[in-house]
């Protein structure tokens, strides 16, 4: 009995020391389901091929957003407001905000994109670093995205913190001038074209190419005096934008067939991995609008100001086939040119009056009501059917051999367009005290508007305003032609000719994570 | 020479016992029980004497009595002590009955015991007898209200719900703020065990209680550890406060069985006043509208749609077996609860061993405890998130009353047809938990003796979500196609644990101390799959497609992978011959198309998948000191190393130390003072809940898979997950504090009284990255910010009636918390208020010099001429010096028995917070009306203009206090004859949720809706699941 006693005593501590000791562990975890970096200085991104691509989707996912990047470029203008309707679209006040410039350093739409601008920035920085060993032309891509992202930090807020992919997590940002910014943004740019790609009108301008890079440094230095307070190069913009006309793009004829995903002589960067064209589609559209992939039908949010709709030619009452419309004011299906095959009672550019539903009838609002979208609205006291609403891309019918139905949520958004560069060039050779008229009426001839006499700068930003409504350049140009504090309907008062308002705030929290930020004036 | 010595001295008490027996002195027998059965190990002694002895294992004994006119005194730890004068009798037979007063009670601590009395930490423990009755889903159910300081608030009264418990105070700006759950000794992962449900196009809703899986039958009691002395032997997990949950034991004493068996029977104690059919179209006309054109020429209550009188029903079965060198208690379980939203249920299924065994003279114990469980729920289309549609429960609010409750009914306008909705949704989860300890006990030596323990918990968990093609009105490509969600999730945590204990007792002094080690890991993997375009519209068989065809590919599948997924269409990436592209983590081939078979009846699949673990190791260490049974000491020290921090921080540091004096025991205090003791205490406990999966090292992962509305999917790129950040350590929280516990007239008043101040440093916090950075937030430590609770508990029970046949008694307590955050540099938005035209809209914010929750709002002051809004300083939010955080919590609860009937009323109260109506906001606005929803009566008589907006305000901000009558219930013991089959037999009607108390204008005012995913959210009222009311009706049978 003892020697059991015994044995079991030995037995039991034995196995005592055992779960002590055996199950002491150094607390390092392994890569079981991630790639863990063994050090923790950064030794080069991981997987470049599939960094790159998150910079890009991650970019794309900004642009199809109706939030934060295309908010603060778009409903900050005179093109487009999302009218409070009652209880909806009050949002705690965020879009009016936007709209009438009464933004304060915590808006939530500010904050969201300086992160994702920034964000997006980092990640093209650390596949740019050398120890990740990219590719000359990953590294261009990369350097490309990060221009793009960095120019619209230094265009929202003055200057742009700079972090290098070496520097620890815990450290601070440093944070570049205005002049450092674009100093950095244009020789990354120009590195890129030499590095990318030459890539002409097809499906592969997904991707950065020579002619994207050109475009977005043509767009630089063309504001380049708000950055640096010189004037431009004007002889540089125009050669930039040769070359991309060089490359084969050109003007395209069919106004809002351009906008949908086929190869076009016009899209010299777009979108495919990104399902943001819904949001382009459906954010104005009534709740009683819907198509075959979307039984919810529309947002009702945002429309347009009656100013902005009669640049436009055309009947100012109504926009109907017929109405003596311009191409791109589009048109609006009613009782016989609805259809539920192709266009199921949904518009093309600006719908103003009654609607109709793809089999032609007439459509009501959700109290009853002929819904019929009216130029009169109120940014804070709209109903169901104020507001003309804006919508350029389109609801498509399924492609060839795809059982019917629509294509409300499909990719292909235009970040950067040919009739853009165009514009452009025309801007430079204008501002550079040549005579743009020429090359103004050749676009507008090709949109079925008629000429003009002689084109002055006012003339130039209204045809900017007509050819690029919704593709994110409203604000830049306001800005540009020193429009963005004038007076507009819903304005507040206290902000009309406020310079201060030409930059955003730096957020607040923002503010508290980086010590080298100062607050723009103002805030 | 020794040996014959201790021979003599054994031979003189038989001499003298045998001489007395001669001499015709009086043995005494009897049998000692109690009301379940006998009673081994208690002791006997004859008063005045150190004549005694101990039952034996059948409750029998034997006492010699040395006085003719003696009086034996029976007394067992936890029963009251009995004493019967012998007069003459040969046979005592006794039952013990059990101690009601908790001072003696036995408090389960950290790796230990100890009674009340000897306590030096502010501990509470709730045993069997003081649970709270009738539907009892989770174990905190049973303990609501029971305890000063202690706040457990339901957050929606769907079965099976979240339950939000605050120990002292809130400390965390994390989202859990929950204390450590321990069952039978093992330490349970933090968070969840199933993924949070989801339906499609609706929104996602947070996981379900994770200790539904534990049967509350089961339970023998529940311990509290509230201050640090207590908790810090838990170390990096105690900062929240520990539950220590301990399960029934088989007990000594002849074969038993029990059956409890419950029906019950529920209602929604509340329902809207919304406009009728009628009242729609007479208000809609009155208003300007045309009515006809909102006439739809049906009339739907829609509440009646939704809710449902449900029913309950709960079988327990329990076998007690105890022999001589041990004892088993198995017991299994089956309960079916239904809420009263529709689609709401939770069934259990548990079987339940514990097992001791003593081998070697009681040398060496063995012990077993495990359950198995299999709970099945379904939950509702509900969503916290839902936007302008709302959920099932805001839609129904908001439908039109004229519109068809027919499911197919889809002229709605873009809003939902709730019928629609509910018909054409499902969301199931299934979930299969085994948790086991194994002990082994060794007495090693007189004073020391070892433990080693490993501890088991796995849990595989099956979610499903699937709306149909029926679907109407919602996005996501819903409609036509049908969309689904399969998450499989199986966590375990392993826990290997040693522990040694040393005790020696002198004349006046007591030492216990105990060393420990502990090593925990914690893995984790999961699928997350989701599938559109299904061939059925069968919600079963939409799961079952779903969840093979996961299976299916993968089986396909060489080699590792994160991700797979196959499409109408794919965006980005080269698609090669395949139809199936394979996301991988290693060097090679990162994105793989290849070719596989996939199902036919599911047009688009997209998987991710996790496996991860973390490892948490500690030393620990306690000494009890005790002199002259007055000073009692306590330290204690743990060291915790976790995976979860960066490498030079990995190991926290708790210490604890407490003092109590247990005045009773000094001459100085009158006898009748029966309880008194000063206690006093201080130490550091530490918190990591909520940081999650390697965020201090640099961890690269694919960026996570969707399917869009047309059924394509994007190929996702690879991006960093977080920083390395060396520096992230242990949040920390000091904490001290000082106590009385006090008793008069052997306790029939008694109380206690308690102070504490904790103050949380190096808060963990999710801050915002400065950027340029990987990720837009980061956690980080912020070693300045402070977040302080302080506060005081107080509670008094009396025994008021303490007769033979009559008893009443009542225990109080309430606590007063003061919450506030110091130096914190920033703000943030936080509160999420969700609904039409609110999306981005918050009412809370994060900010220094406020308490957590703080609502930072618009200051309304009513509608001017036009019906617009008015609002204090133009319109601009600001903090209103109100919070969501009670700053008053109390329970009330009182019994009586008479003769064989027993009544038990239990109210709990919470005061001084303010709840956000959101559900009003979102909905009961006449603006929702012009847009054609439905709304109260009242919302059309405001003055509110049919074009106001409705942004958020101190309108809808309301006093949240209550009091309400939680519990009500009657029980009545079956009188039994000796020869009945039957030992108890108790009949049992308990009404819960009974009288509701409040101000508020809402439902109830104890919800929380989980509003969105930052910072916690707390208080906001949005189409909360109302809590029932419910009349219970059990039996208990032991024989």
Known sequence: MKNLFTRMRKLFLAMFAMVTVLSCTDLTIEGTDSLLQETPEFTGVEDVAGSLTSVYQATYGMLGDQANFFALNEVTTDETLVPTRGTDWSDNGIWRQLHNHTWKQDHGFILTTWNQLNGNAYRATEIIDPLSQASAQQAAEAKFLRAFNMYFVLDFWGVAPFRNATDPGSSIPTVLSSQEAYDFIVQDLNEAISDLPAVGPSAATSRASKSAARYLLAKVMLNSERYTGAAPNYGQIISLIDGITGEGYALAADYFNIFNPAVDTETIWYANESLGIGNRIWNGLHYNMTTPDNGGGGWNGFSTLAEFYDLFEGDANQNYMGSNQEERRGWVPDATTADNTSNWGIGYGFLQGQQYSGSGAALTDRSGNPLSFTKDLSLTNSNETNGIRIIKYHPNPMPPGVAGGSQSFRAHEIIFRYADAFLMKAEATLRNGGDATAMVNQLRALRGASALANVSLQDMIDERGRELYYEFWRRNDLLRFGQFTKDWEYKDPSAIGDANRRLFPIPLAALVSNPNLEQNPGY | ?1039
């Open chain 2, 1 to 1039: 020479m020794k040996n014959n010595l201790l021979k003599k001295f054994l031979i003189l008490p038989v001499f003298l016992l045998t001489v007395g027996m001669m001499y015709g002195q009086t043995v005494v027998k009897g049998v000692v029980s109690d009301s379940s059965g006998t009673l081994p190990g208690v002791s006997v002694v004859e008063k005045g004497s150190t004549n005694g002895t101990q039952t034996d294992f059948n409750g029998s004994y034997s006492i010699t009595l040395k006085s003719s006119n003696a009086t034996l005194v029976f007394s067992y730890l936890g029963y009251k002590t009995q004493e019967v004068a012998v007069d003459g009798k040969n046979t005592i037979n006794v039952t013990l009955v059990e101690d009601s007063t908790q001072l003696d009670e036995i408090v389960v601590i950290g790796y230990g015991t100890t009674t009340v009395k000897d306590a030096t930490g502010a501990v509470t423990s709730v045993s069997a007898a003081e649970f709270n009755k009738g539907v009892i889903t989770s174990p905190e159910q049973l303990i609501q209200g029971k305890t000063a300081g202690v706040q457990i608030t339901q957050t929606s009264g769907e079965p099976g719900a979240g339950v939000n418990i605050r120990i002292r105070g809130t400390n965390s700006v994390r989202a859990n703020n929950n204390p450590l759950f321990v069952v039978d000794g093992i330490p349970l992962a933090e968070g969840s065990n199933t993924a949070g449900t989801d339906v499609p196009g609706v929104g996602a809703n947070p996981s379900k209680n994770p200790l539904i899986f534990l049967n509350p039958n089961d339970i023998e009691s529940i311990s509290i550890l509230k201050d640090a002395s207590a908790t810090a032997i838990y170390g990096s997990r105690g900062a929240n406060g520990v539950v220590i949950i301990t399960t029934k034991s088989g007990k000594a004493g002849k074969d038993s069985f029990e059956y409890t068996s419950q029906f019950s029977f529920s209602n929604p104690a509340k329902t809207f006043d919304l406009l009728t059919a009628q009242e729609y179209l007479s208000e809609s006309a009155r208003l300007g509208f045309n009515a006809n054109d909102r006439d739809f020429g049906n009339i739907t209550d829609w509440q009646d749609v939704i809710y449902r009188n449900s029913t309950s029903v709960t079988q327990n079965f329990a076998y007690n077996k105890g022999y001589k060198s041990g004892s088993l208690r198995a017991s299994m379980g089956l309960s079916n609860q239904q809420g009263i939203v529709e689609k709401s249920q939770l069934k259990r299924f548990d079987l339940r061993l514990n097992w001791q065994q003593r081998l070697l003279k009681d040398k060496l114990k063995l012990t077993f405890q495990g359950t198995i469980s299999d709970v099945d729920d379904q939950t509702p289309p509900l969503a916290g998130t839902a936007g302008f549609q709302g959920d099932l429960i805001g839609s129904a609010y908001a439908a039109n009353p004229t519109w068809s409750s027919d499911p197919t009914f889809d002229n709605t306008g873009g809003l939902i047809n709730p019928a629609n909705l509910l018909a054409n949704t499902q969301n199931t989860t299934d979930t299969n938990r085994l948790l086991f300890s194994l002990g082994a006990d060794y007495q090693l030596t007189e004073n020391i003796s070892a433990n080693v323990k490993f501890g088991y918990d796995k849990s595989n968990a099956d979610t499903r979500g699937v709306s149909n093609s029926n679907i109407v009105a919602i996005g996501g490509g819903i409609q036509g196609n049908g969309r689904g969600t399969y998450n499989d999730f199986e966590f375990t945590n392993s826990l290997l644990e040693a522990t040694m204990n040393y005790k020696k007792s002198t004349k006046n002094s007591t030492l216990d101390v105990l060393l420990g080690f502990s090593y925990q890991k914690f893995d984790r993997k999961g699928t997350n799959a989701q599938g559109w375009g299904f061939n059925t519209t069968d919600l079963d068989a939409m799961g079952n497609v779903l969840s093979s065809a996961t299976n299916s590919v993968a089986s396909q599948i060489t080699g590792d992978y994160q991700q797979f997924a196959y499409a109408t269409a794919f965006q980005g990436g080269n698609i090669g011959a395949g139809n199936v592209f394979v996301t991988r983590l290693q060097d090679g081939l990162p994105i793989d198309f290849v070719n596989l078979t996939t199902p036919s009846d599911l047009r688009a699949l997209a998987v991710d998948t996790f496996d991860n673990y973390d490892e948490l190791q500690s030393f620990f260490a306690r000494v009890n000191y005790s002199l002259f049974d007055k000073y009692l000491l306590t330290a204690t020290f743990r060291a915790d190393g976790s995976t979860a921090f960066g490498a030079g921080n990995q190991y926290g540091y708790f210490p604890s130390g407490a003092f109590a004096w247990k005045l009773t025991e000094e001459d100085f205090i009158p006898d009748n003072v029966s309880t008194l003791k000063l206690r006093i205490n201080a130490g550091l406990t530490g918190n990591q809940e909520g940081v999650g999966y390697g965020n201090a090292v640099r961890r690269t992962r694919f960026n996570g898979i969707g399917i869009n509305e047309a059924g394509e999917v994007v190929v996702p790129g690879t991006g960093v997950v977080a920083f390395e950040n060396q520096d992230l350590k242990w949040e920390s929280t000091f904490q001290y504090g000082a106590g009385i516990d006090f008793g008069f007239n052997n306790d029939r008043l008694r109380g206690t009284f308690d102070y504490y101040n904790k103050s949380t440093r190096d808060l963990l916090f999710l801050i915002q990255s400065a950027q340029p950075a990987i990720q837009p937030f980061q956690f980080q430590n912020l070693p300045d910010s402070k977040i302080i609770n302080r506060g005081i508990e107080f509670a008094l029970g009396y025994d008021f009636v303490q007769g033979d046949e009559f008893t009443w008694d009542a225990d109080f307590n309430i606590a007063y918390n003061y919450n506030n955050v110091e130096s914190l540099s920033g703000e943030y938005i936080s509160g999420a208020i969700n609904g039409q035209g609110l999306s981005g809209a918050f009412a809370q914010n994060l900010a220094q010099g406020q308490p957590l929750f703080s609502w930072y709002v618009r200051d309304f002051r009513g509608f001017d001429a036009q019906g617009q809004p008015v609002y204090r300083n133009g319109g601009d939010p600001l903090f209103v010096g109100k919070s969501a955080l009670p700053t008053i919590t109390g329970g009330l609860s009182t019994s009586a028995t008479y003769k064989n009937w027993s009544f038990n009323a239990y109210f709990t109260g919470q005061f001084g917070h303010y709840i956000y109506n959101a559900t009003q906001n979102a909905f009961f606005t006449a603006g929702s009306f012009a847009s054609g929803r439905n709304v109260l009566a009242s919302t059309l008589t405001s003055g509110e203009s049919l074009n106001a907006a409705a942004d958020p305000s101190t309108r809808f901000l309301e006093k949240g206090d209550f009091v309400r009558l939680q519990t009500l219930s009657a029980s009545y013991n079956v009188p039994m004859k000796e020869s009945s089959w039957f030992d108890s037999v108790q009949l049992t009607l308990t009404g819960q949720n009974l009288l509701l108390f409040t101000g508020y204008s809402g439902l109830d005012p104890e919800v929380s809706s989980r509003t969105d995913g930052g910072l916690p959210t707390l208080g906001i009222d949005y189409g909360a699941f109302p809590n029932p009311r419910t009349f219970t009706f059990g039996i208990n049978a032991k024989f």
